[in-house]
C-alpha cells in the first residue's frame, strides 16, 4: 500500500497541474478569432510539454499514465471532448517530437492542430520534419498531407537521383531551393499508379489517362500547378511542333512545359524541351510572369547523361514516373539505404 504522505502529494501535483492548465486553456480562449490556429497549436504544444515534465518523467513517472487519465477525464468534462485521454496523449507526443519552441511558432502559422495529427505518428523523424516543412511552405491541405504521406513522397525523394536538392526541414531558417528563378520543387520520381495504365503503355494513352485524372495528376506534381492546355501547337520556321501539356505555376508565375516520354530519356530530348521553352519566352509569356520551366517525364534517365546536360537543375528537369507496383520497391529501396 501507498504512503499516505506520498498520496497527498500526488494529488498536490495533480490539483497544481490541473489548474496550469486550465489557466493555458482559459487564456487561449480570450485571445481573438484572428490568430486561434495558431494559438491552438501553441496551446496544445504547451499542455504536451508541461505534462511529459511535470507527470511522465522524474519520480512520478510510475503514477504518470494514471494521472494522464484523470486530468483527461477532469478537462473533458469542463472544457470538452477535445481533451479526451487520446488527445491529451497526442499532445504529449507532439511536444516529444517537435522540442523547438521557434520551430512550432513557426509552423502554426501555417498548420492546423489536424496536419499536426497526421505528422506525429510517422515513426522517423527526419519524415516528420520533411512534411511538415512541405506541408507549411506549399500550403497543404490536411487531405493533401494525407495523400503525400499515403503516396510515399519522403521515401521518393531521399532515393531519388536528386534528392540533395529536395530535403527541406522544419527549421524556419532553412530555404528551399531556388533554381532557374524559380521556386518549384520538382520531383523523382512522380507516382501515377492512379493512372490504371498496363506496364506497356503509348505516349497517347499515358497523355489520355493524366487528362482523365487530370486533379490528381496535379496534386502529384505539387501545389501551384493549374493546367492550360494539351498538345500546344509552336509553329517554328514554318514547321509545327506540339508540346504533350502546358501548365502554369500560380504561386511563382510562370509556365511549365511537360513532355511525356514512354522510354528512357534521351538526349535530343533536353534540345526538344529547349526550344519549346524559347518559343513560350517569345510567344506565351506574359509581363510579370518569370521564365517557362519544362519537365520531361520518362520511364528512366541515366545519372550520367542528366548530369552532363544539367536536367538535375535549372530550366529543364528529367524525372521518371512509375505506374504500377511501385509503393513497395520503394519502400525496399529506402531499407536497403539504412
Known amino acids: 500500500m501507498g504512503n499516505s504522505s506520498d498520496d497527498g502529494t500526488i494529488r498536490d501535483v495533480e490539483e497544481t497541474l490541473f489548474g496550469d492548465i486550465s ?8 485571445r481573438t478569432a484572428v490568430a486561434v490556429n495558431s494559438d491552438l497549436v501553441m496551446l496544445y504544444w504547451s499542455v504536451g510539454r508541461l505534462v ?3 507527470v511522465l518523467g522524474g ?36 511536444a516529444d517530437h517537435f522540442p523547438d519552441v521557434s520551430i ?20 522517423d523523424s527526419d519524415e516528420r520534419e520533411f512534411y511538415a516543412a512541405h506541408a507549411a511552405r506549399e500550403r497543404w491541405s490536411v487531405r493533401t498531407l494525407r495523400e503525400r504521406i499515403a503516396s510515399q513522397l519522403y521515401v521518393r525523394t531521399i532515393t531519388g537521383d536528386d534528392s540533395d536538392n529536395q ?15 524559380s521556386n518549384i520543387l520538382f520531383r ?81 530530348d533536353y534540345g526538344q524541351m529547349l526550344l519549346y521553352l524559347r ?3 517569345a510567344h506565351q509569356r506574359h509581363p510579370g510572369d518569370l521564365a517557362p520551366v519544362g519537365l520531361i517525364l520518362c520511364t528512366d534517365k541515366g545519372a550520367e547523361q542528366v548530369k552532363l546536360l ?10 521518371r514516373y512509375l505506374t504500377r507496383d511501385v509503393r513497395e520497391k520503394l519502400q525496399a529501396r529506402l531499407d536497403a539505404m539504412k
Not at 489557466?23 to 480570450?30: N, P, R, S, V
Not at 512550432?104 to 515513426?123: D, K, N, P
Not at 496534386?219 to 493546367?227: C, P, Q, S
Not at 544539367?310 to 524525372?319: K, N, Q, T, V, Y
Open 23 to 30: 489557466g493555458l486553456i482559459e487564456q487561449a480562449q480570450t
Open 52 to 54: 511529459r515534465s511535470e
Open 59 to 94: 519520480e512520478r513517472a510510475e503514477y504518470g499514465q494514471a494521472m494522464v487519465r484523470r486530468l483527461a477525464a477532469r478537462l473533458a468534462e469542463r472544457y470538452g471532448r477535445g481533451w479526451s485521454r487520446s488527445n491529451l496523449l497526442r499532445m504529449i507526443q507532439f
Open 104 to 123: 512550432v511558432a513557426t509552423l502554426s502559422r501555417q498548420l492546423g492542430w489536424s496536419h499536426f495529427v497526421e505528422i506525429i505518428v510517422l515513426e
Open 167 to 181: 530535403i527541406m526541414t522544419a527549421d524556419p531558417e532553412s530555404q528551399a531551393p531556388d533554381n532557374a528563378g
Open 188 to 268: 523523382d520520381p512522380y507516382v501515377l499508379d492512379f493512372l490504371g495504365l498496363p506496364g506497356k503503355h503509348t505516349e497517347s494513352q499515358l497523355e489520355t489517362a493524366i487528362l482523365d485524372e487530370i486533379q490528381r495528376f496535379l496534386l502529384e506534381l505539387g501545389v501551384g500547378f493549374a493546367f492550360v492546355e494539351r498538345q500546344k501547337r509552336m509553329t517554328v520556321d514554318g514547321r509545327d511542333f506540339r508540346l504533350d501539356l502546358l501548365l502554369y505555376h500560380i504561386t511563382e508565375r510562370c509556365y511549365v512545359a511537360v513532355e511525356l516520354k514512354t522510354r528512357p530519356l534521351d538526349p535530343g
Open 279 to 281: 518559343w513560350l519566352d
Open 310 to 319: 544539367g536536367l538535375d537543375s535549372g530550366e529543364i528537369r528529367a524525372a
